[in-house]
C-alpha cells in the first residue's frame, strides 16, 4: 500500500523535479525527502501545508488518500475586463448590447408616438 511519501515521490517525479529541488523549494532540509522516502516516514502536517503552498495543483485528497487525480482540475483565470475577452465573445456581447439597444429605442418611439397621437386626439377635441 503506498503511503504518503510514496504519492509525494510520484509528484516530484511528475514535476520533473530531483529531491534537492523539490526540498529546496518547500525549503526542508537537503536530503529531508529522500530520508523520508528511505524510512517510509509520515510527512508531518506543517510540512505538508507548505507543500500545498508551493504546489497549489498538487491535489491534497490524493496526496493524503491516494482517491481522486494528482492533480486539481486547471481553474480558469478571472476575466476582470472586456479586453481579456476572446474576439468571438466580445463580438457576442456587442451584438447583444446592440439588440438590446434596438429593442428600448423601439419601445421609446412606440411611447413617443402613442403620447404624439394623444396630444393630437386632445387638440382635435378642442376644436
Known amino acids: ?8 515521490w510520484q509528484f516530484i517525479q511528475y514535476a520533473g523535479l530531483s529531491a ?24 508531518g502536517s506543517d510540512v505538508i501545508e507548505t507543500i500545498l503552498r508551493t504546489y497549489p ?3 491534497v485528497v490524493w496526496l493524503l488518500t491516494g482517491e481522486g487525480d494528482m492533480l486539481l482540475p486547471e481553474k480558469q483565470p478571472a476575466i476582470s475586463s472586456y479586453e481579456q475577452l476572446p474576439g468571438e465573445k466580445q463580438a457576442e456581447i456587442e451584438r447583444l448590447i446592440e439588440q ?6 423601439d ?20 376644436k
Do not use: C, P, W
Open 107 to 126: 419601445e421609446q418611439l412606440q411611447y413617443l408616438l402613442k403620447e404624439v397621437t394623444r396630444e393630437i386626439e386632445r387638440n382635435q377635441g378642442k
Open 20 to 43: 534537492r529541488q523539490f526540498d529546496l523549494s518547500i525549503g526542508a532540509s537537503n536530503g529531508y525527502t529522500l530520508r523520508m522516502k528511505k524510512n517510509h516516514a509520515s510527512i
Open 100 to 105: 438590446k439597444v434596438k429593442e428600448r429605442q
Open 1 to 8: 500500500m503506498l503511503k504518503t511519501i510514496d504519492r509525494l
Open 57 to 59: 495543483q498538487l491535489n
